[in-house]
Nanobody, 113 residues
């Protein structure tokens, strides 16, 4: 049974940092590209970052230089380090398996003073 479980969301001041984690099970994690998406209230879900099975990464222009995606194939975990957070980063963040097109349940990130 495939599972993607996100954690690490919360409330943070502008300029602050958060680290999101997604723990995977039910598939061969090391073989699959993994992504983080986000969806703000009233907006469409958008891609934030992707990491391939080989470790190559790509970021949305809006987060380039502030966010870092990484993976630990032993722990079957993909993480998103978010620095210099802005109010416009407020959204529900989702972990996504690109091959089997499976979503996690999401974790809320709120950036506000």
């Amino acid at each position: 049974q495939v599972q993607l479980v996100e954690s690490g969301g919360g409330l943070v001041y502008p300029g602050g940092s958060l680290r999101l984690s997604c723990t995977a099970s039910g598939f061969t994690f090391s073989s699959d590209a993994m992504s983080w998406y986000r969806q703000a209230a009233g907006k469409e879900r958008e891609s934030v970052a992707i990491i391939t099975s080989a470790g190559s990464t790509h970021y949305a222009a809006s987060v380039e230089g502030r966010f870092t995606i990484s993976r630990d194939n032993v722990k079957k975990m993909v993480s998103l380090q978010m620095n210099s957070l802005k109010p416009e980063d407020t959204a529900t963040y989702y972990c996504y398996n690109n091959r089997i097109k499976y979503w996690g349940q999401g974790t809320q990130v709120t950036v506000s003073s």
